[in-house]
């Protein structure tokens, strides 16, 4: 078999592997999750228990990737040597581990791309959520496809690494342990100012930048390079209504999902 029919072969394995991926993840939430919430959430609201059933699923999901992440990568040499994260690697010669952790990661963002353009009409940053979600899908595919692996994987580390403790936050706000809904919050807001607006322009927009400077970039390395920095910005955008929450914790001692819309009260818990 030649070098593109063995391509063809793996992108159409990776695809129906995608899609049960995918199909896996819908019965969890359906299943799984659902049990979960019916003895965490019995006697709330329908919207409470919307709210929170995504809460839940979202902190497995994200969990499960972080420490996959985790345990694949502190054993990897080059993790360390930032520099070396533009070194091509060949798409038909990825482990199997490799190709799990990106397209689990694709799977998942297909699903959340779904929801948001299905159920996040009241969704303050809707805009910015899709197009978060369509170029976290490009970085995912386009890196794994044209053997930007390292670059990738990096990537999904920093970005999952803090969703986890967004996710228990909110949980705890419909469940209104308001003290421990603080405390987490307050370890995401640490986690993912760290790992997204230091470590991901150090460990990564910097060294490529380098890369592009140096003239011996192609073309596709550039589209990366402003993918990547749109994501950057986002984190900041984010990062201000980050702010907002906080100030509402301090000043106003209430805890407030901002990304919804004025409309949706049951996202504000006072603190006593």
Known sequence: ?????KTEVNIFISLVICWTISACLMLFNNIVVKRIADKLLKGRSAYTYKK????IYKIFSYSFITFYGYLFLKNEAWVMDRFSYC?????NSYSLKTSFYFIYEFSFYITELQNVLIHGYNMKDKNQMILHHIVTLTLIGGSFLLGYSRYGM???ALHDISDPFLESAKLFIYLKEKITA????????????????FIFPYVVLYPLGCHLFSGKANLIEHFFFVFLSSLFVMH????????????N?????EVRDVRSSSTDLPDRTKID
Request: charge should be positive.
């Open 87 to 91: 070194v091509k690697c060949d798409f």
């Open 52 to 55: 929170a059933s995504i809460s």
């Open 154 to 156: 990096v990537v999904m």
């Open 1 to 5: 078999m030649d070098t593109r029919s």
């Open 249 to 253: 914790v301090i000043v106003k001692h």
């Open 182 to 197: 603080d405390i987490i919050f307050t370890l995401f807001s640490i986690i993912f100012i760290i790992s997204r607006l």
């Open 236 to 247: 900041v955008f984010w990062t201000k209504m980050i702010g907002k929450v906080a100030k």
